[in-house]
């Protein structure tokens, strides 16, 4: 879980300006402003590579997939791990 964590939070800094004093885990990072769309696109596309996983589009509508901290749950159960 932790390569997951890592991964997720590293590509949410390095593409976004989040200041530090936010809580990452429970950012709803849609809501929230930091990314649109198309960026959403690009995230999801950009987990299904690195994890060899695949979102379906019960996953892409479950609001848990906004928020840090469960994306990177639902990534670990998707893996099996």
């Not at 906004?66 to 994306?71: I, K, N, T, Y």
Request: without cysteine; aromatic residues 10%; negative net charge.
């Amino acid at each position: 879980m932790e390569n997951v964590k890592d991964f997720v939070i590293d590509y949410i800094q390095r593409e976004y300006t989040i200041p530090d004093e936010i809580d990452l885990m429970n950012l709803n990072y849609v809501s929230s402003g930091y990314i649109d769309s198309l960026g959403m696109i690009q995230f999801i596309a950009t987990l299904e590579d690195e994890f060899d996983i695949i979102f379906s589009d019960d996953d892409l509508e479950n609001p848990d997939v906004q928020v840090v901290g469960r994306l990177i749950e639902m990534i670990v159960g998707m893996m099996g791990v």
